[in-house]
Each structure stands twice: as C-alpha cells, then as structure tokens.
C-alpha cells in the first residue's frame, strides 16, 4: 500500500494554477523524486502536503490518515516533515537547540509543567539534547553544536535543517532541494547520507531536486512535472528518455 | 554508516566534545551571582526608608518588565498595553485590600488570574495578525484602561484613585518580626519587609521564566519569533503559543502592579497610562531584548536613571534620556546587558589569548 497518495490536487493563486490535478503515490521505504523546471510546482504540493497552502481540490491520505482534516501543526505528529528550500533554521537559537525544536512534536511539557520543571521536563530535556547530538555527530556537526546557527556556511546549515528533521522521527521525510548550493563533493556526501538515513531510520524520501545525476542515482521512481501537471512518472532511466520530459527540459526542436 | 556516508578530504569532527563553558568563567560566574545574592539581600538593611521603598518598585517593575521580555524579547510580539495589565494587578489589590481587607498574596493571586483571563483575549487577534497591527489592539487596550478606571469610579475611586488605610496596608506579620528579631535583634521595619517580600516574588518569577525560556516551550517561542512557518511545519501550535504567551505575559505585569500597590499604598490611573506601556518597552530594549537579567536591569536604569542627569534643570531630562538611548542603541543593541555580554566576551578573550 502507498505510503503517501497524492490525489488530484490542484492550487490556485487567484488565476494562476499552480498545481493541476496532481497525482501520484510513494510507496513505504522508498525514494521518490519530483523534478520539472523552476515553477512547475513541486515546492507548492510540499506546502501543500505540509498544510501551509489549502488545496482547491484533491485528497492527500498520508498511511490511512487524511492529512487536509489536520491543522499544520498535527502533520509532524503524523510522520510527516519537511527541510526547506530557502534555509529556514532559527537564528536565535544554538544549532543544537533548533536540532531540538524539530522534536517538538513528540516531546511533552507546556506552560504549566516547564516553568516549575515538573517530570518529566528534566529527563525528557536531557534525552532531546542527546538525541539531537547524535544527529548532529552523523551529519559531523556535533563541534558546532553550541553555536548560533547564524553565520554558518550554507551546507553546514542545510545538513543542520536536515538533523532538524530528523530530530522529528519522520516516517515520510520531504527534503526540498537539499543539492543546491553545495560542491561536488558536498552533494555526493549527502547522497550517501540521504541513503544511510533510509536504511537506518526505515524512511520514505520525498525529494525535490535540480541536481540530475543525484536524482537518478538514489531515486526508486521519479515524477516529472510541468506547469503544475504531472508530465511523466517512472524509473530514472524511464523518465530520462521519455520525450515529454526531454521537451519540457529542452524545448521541442525548431524543425 | 557516518564512515559510508563521510568524504574522505573532510575531517572528521565528529567525535570532538563540543565547546563548554571554561572553569574559570564560571567560578567568576558564581562569585558574581553570590556576590548579587548579598547585595541584594543585605540592600534594605543598609540603605534608609525611602531608598528601599525605591528599590522595592524597581522589584514591582522588573517582574513587569520580564513579562513584555518573554512576549516581545522571546516570542517577537510587541505589546504597548502593558500599563494595563500592571493597571489590572495594581486594582485588583488595591480594590481588595481598601475594601475587603484581603491578605496581599491572595490580592496577587486573583491579579494573576483575571490579567491571564484578560491577557489571552487580547492576545486572540494574533492568530490573525501581527507586527505593527497587533501593536496597534494593544495600544487601545492601553488608551482605554484609565478611561475605565474613572467610568467605573464606584469601585476603583475613579481618578483620584484608592489609598490603602494604614490598618489595610502591607505591613511585617509578628511571627517574621519575632524570626527575624531573634537572629539580628532588631525589628524588621514595614519597608523593609515590603522589599523581600517583592524580592521573592520576583526571584520567583525570573527563575520560572528562565526554565520556562529554557526549555521546549521556550525554543518554541523563541522558533515563532525567528520563523514562524517552519516553526509551525515542525509541530508547533503557533497561535496557541502565542496566545497562552501574551496570557502568560499579562500575568507577570499585573504582579508588577500587586507589587506596586503593596509599596506605594495607592492605586492611581494616571499611573497605568500608555507613557507606562512606553517605559516598560524602553526598559526591555535597555535592560536586553531577550535576555534574562535584562528586564531587571532595564527596571532599575528606568527607575534611577532621572537621578543621572543634573537636578537643576529637570526640562532636560528627557532630551538626555533620549540621547541616552540612542547612543546605548547605536554602542549596543542588546542593551545593558548585551554592553556586559560583550566586555565578557572581550575580557575571556584576552584572559586565554
């Protein structure tokens, strides 16, 4: 059964659609990609799915849940989480406090309890800041662990935002664009740590990503959109020769 | 799998402990806190009546103070109507102890409760909006509440406002006067009494706000200030935070105000104005947005600072306090505090250096 099923789900923005009766499935365990030119609509269905955008139409069922029935702040405690394109850490906090946000939604202890450190606030604390630490010493960043997170170069923050999301027990991890910005070396990394953290963590990658090779070499299916609509769907090597896509990427020759 | 997953060319740091304080800096730290500790108690024994009863209210206003710190330094909503909720505390005292001869601390608790009541519904427009607007529903809440004081002047002695009989005021109850006589000797005076009084109250209140800051409601407060989508999308519930926040907030102030009538033996509206509302901001962005100590500092640079500037010419003191502000702004936005941060920082630099 799919983990994630996307089903006809259209956004509009006044006039402009930006996604057109988009479906497709991820199945549990595995790693699927979206890709398509800038502004076909991938990062609109993950602030779709994420509930930050309300569909026009459509369903979303998330393992047997209807996401759109539940507000923004109940989709983590669903198993569902998301990096962001444009880095979105919290600069107030030390890098491993906003590792520690990301466990929000599984942790106790609200305006009553904190406060007076009721248990169990205390242990619950220490556990959160060790679990956090154990993400950050997989992405190599438990050094920076104490630092403002401001000021950090861009792939350090992204790979932080990944612990972040991490830190959320995540059974569907949506990560968006994770590539950009990085070098070569960089991006090979984090291919191989998206592909250690499945396997260890027992995930479902929902990967948004211009960075082909990367998308091709880790992906179970690949999705390819345009202007809102799904364009073609398949394996990597599928969707590579399919000519729908090749069009959409290239444009359709002048003959 | 870190090994499978780390390039070769890079480092790996992962094993290196992570930076900690130095010994060094935080036996310094102690001694300081120790050394506050002291003053702090010893001050109402050395100084005379009138500086104590300045000190005590420099307490009332820090508790206020850190009220707004935790709304606006930590959770980024800006509030100009906290003169009111100080205004709510320092009635619902005064109205209970002029007319029903309450004990203070009941008075306190019945402020904390009808400022949260009060708190939470004013905050309820920033599920809707935020920045400037919000502002904006708190700077009438701010107009209105003397406007309401001298309307409802049947129960709050409308403009010349309620003064506390001596037999209805705060003064040392016998057993603490026999406790203390019997380890110093001495009576321990009204005023005095009055000052650890609102010294407990407010060590109370400031170690709860640094656990409550310390802790996962506080990163998620500190997370909607920073960016609220993300903070949303990783599973807070941003309007109920800041909603129960501003609630949190106004109850703190209207302690402030309990502790304001306590000193001064009077409630008056012209007391509880929006010049107050400005203050208290003034004293939060002096003090230290978002810091711990800042709001107490803040409190004591608001109440002593007219002393600063010279006597004879008292219409210059605003232009001073103006100036003032600005250059401490453009020195140092993090306000005394971040000033002492800084040289802190500095002085541990050059120790290890």
Redesign the interface.
Known sequence: MALLEVDNISVRFGGIVALDGLSFTIEAGSICALIGPNGAGKTTLFNVVSRVYEPSAGHLRFSGLDLLELPPHQIPRAGVTRTFQNLALFPGLSVVENVMVGAHSHSKGGFAASPFRFPPVPSQEKELRAEAMAYLGQMHLAHLANRPCAGLPYGTMKRIELARAMASHPKLLMLDEPASGLTHSEVDELAGLIGALKDTHELSILLVEHHMAMVMSISEKVVVMDFGRKIAEGTPAEVQSNPAVIEAYLGTPLT | ??A????S??P?????V???PNRKALMIKTVLCVVGAVVLIQMPLLMDRSTTQRLTQVLAIAVAVLGLNLLTGFNGQISVGHSAFMGIGAYATAIMMARHESPFILTMMVAMVVAFAVGVVVGLPALRIRGVYLALVTLALAAMFPQLVVRFSGLTGGSTGITLEDTQQVTTPQPVNDLFKSLTGSRLLDNQYRYYLALVVAVVCFV??R??VK??????L??I???E??????????GAYKV?TFG?SAMLAAIGGSLFVMNADQAVPSEFGIQVSIELLTAVVVGGV?TFVGPAVGALALVYVSDLFPKEHPEYAPVLFGLTLIVLMIISPGGIVGLAKQGWARLVRSRSA
């Open positions: 799998m870190t499978a997953a780390a390039p060319e890079l790996d740091t992962s094993s290196e992570p930076t900690r709860l706000v656990n409550l802790s996962r409601v506080g990163r998620a500190i997370a200030r920073d960016n989508t993300p903070a949303e999308v990783l599973g807070v519930n941003v129960a949190v978002a």
